[in-house]
């Protein structure tokens, strides 16, 4: 069974920083890419960021420089480190997978809340 669990969401000022972790199990993990969304109250959900297994990562603008997400094999976990952190960040944070050079993500976690406090 593929499961994907966030965590590390919280309360935090703005300026602040959190890292969040994406915990994946069930399926073979170099073979997927991971992606992180976020979706704002009354908002569309958004792509923050993707890690492919080969290593490149990309990031929506509003993120880049601020986010950085990283991916450790041996703990099957995907991170994003997100600093300098704005209001506008507050949203449900989800990780999600898909196969590498498929263009669905096909499982996603439940979610994790990050409020940015101004």
């Known amino acids: 069974e593929v499961q994907l669990m966030e965590s590390g969401g919280g309360l935090v000022q703005a300026g602040g920083s959190l890292r969040l972790s994406c915990a994946a199990s069930?399926?073979?993990?170099?073979?997927?890419?991971i992606g992180w969304f976020r979706q704002a109250p009354g908002k569309e959900r958004e792509g923050v960021s993707c890690?492919?297994?080969?290593?490149?990562?990309s990031y929506m603008q509003n993120v880049k420089g601020r986010f950085t997400a990283s991916r450790d094999s041996a703990k099957n976990t995907v991170y994003l480190q997100m600093n300098s952190l704005r209001p506008e960040d507050t949203a449900v944070y989800y990780c999600?997978?898909?196969?590498?050079?498929?263009?669905?993500?096909?499982?996603w976690g439940q979610g994790t809340q990050v409020t940015v406090s101004s």
């Open positions: 999600a997978s898909r196969v590498n050079g498929t263009q669905g993500f096909g499982d």
């Open positions: 069930g399926f073979n993990f170099d073979d997927y890419a």
């Open positions: 890690s492919s297994s080969t290593g490149d990562t």
